[in-house]
């Protein structure tokens, strides 16, 4: 904006209002550059603060200026300019998280992964009122992330881990709108390599053929999902008894006059098998 003899006195505009209001001074401005498929289609959105942490009206803005000289020469007005004042953050939730191995589990938002290979996909739902959303950005966890701009609500991106594969933590999807916001949707990854731990307990003596038996473990990670159990009579080799079971006790049938000694292993949620 130039005045070629007397010189401008100031910059005014109107905000979506017809009362013009002074812009002393320089032009207050704030630009992004973007090119060819990634410029946005108009109306355009944008958020705006003061300096003193005050934030715009949300909502459509009309933007038109026009300038006076020294000697009150008025132009007129320019062409308008509509944009959109969005302050408010996307929405954004953990949809779900599948599982695709035996060497994984999902508890909540929580993948535990184990001693094998796998892959396991987390989906997420994402929408934004106003401005729309510009992208959702998952992060690299067990393997690579993703960048996706189709229009949602739902967004999911598959990761695959291998034997050798260390990743763990807390991670964040991001999401985008189309004025600047994010918001961020956390889940975590946890590498579990740690077997349960196992015990068993058995009467000491018994004055029946029949008596109960009952075992337990602790894993601190994925959980246990299920146990083994076998037998031995008297100096016998070791047999079977309950393979694969969720139970942790069961009543045993014998003979009176005979010893018999159990042991249990337990395997968690990933194939760990202790």
Do not use: C
């Not at 003899?5 to 207050?28: C, E, I, K, M, N």
């Not at 996909?121 to 959303?133: F, K, N």
């Not at 999401?175 to 740690?194: H, L, S």
Request: aromatic fraction near 10%; avoid cysteine.
């Amino acid at each position: 904006m130039t005045d070629g003899q007397s010189g401008l006195a100031g910059h005014y505009a109107t905000f979506g209002d017809p009362t013009p209001t002074a812009r002393a001074g320089s032009v207050v401005s704030d630009t992004e550059t973007r090119a060819g498929a990634d410029i946005p289609a108009a109306p355009y959105y944008v958020r705006a603060r003061d300096n003193v942490g005050h934030w715009a009206v949300e909502g459509p803005h009309t933007f038109r200026v026009r300038a006076r000289d020294g000697a009150y020469n008025e132009s007129a007005w320019s062409a308008e300019t509509a944009t959109v004042v969005d302050v408010t953050p996307p929405a954004a939730d953990l949809d779900s998280i599948t599982e695709a191995s035996p060497y994984v589990h999902v508890s909540g938002d929580t993948i535990y992964y184990g001693p094998g290979s796998g892959a396991f996909t987390v989906t997420i739902t994402a929408d934004d009122a106003l401005a729309g959303l510009d992208r959702v950005v998952f992060p690299a966890t067990v393997s690579a992330g993703g960048v996706y701009t189709a229009a949602g609500p739902q967004y999911a991106h598959p990761y695959t881990f291998t034997l050798s594969s260390t990743a763990e933590g807390v991670y964040q999807v991001a999401v985008y709108d189309r004025a600047g916001n994010d918001a961020a949707v956390p889940f975590t990854v946890t590498r579990d390599y740690v077997a349960p731990v196992a015990g068993v307990s058995v009467p000491a003596k018994v004055s029946t053929d029949t008596f109960t038996v009952t075992w337990s473990a602790t894993d601190d990670d994925s959980g246990v999902a299920v146990y083994d159990v076998q037998v031995k009579v008297d100096d016998g080799d070791w047999t079977s008894w309950l393979t694969a079971t969720t139970a942790t006790e069961a009543v045993y049938s014998g003979e009176l006059g005979h010893l018999y000694t159990f042991r249990v292993r337990a395997t968690d949620n990933v194939s760990n098998t202790g």
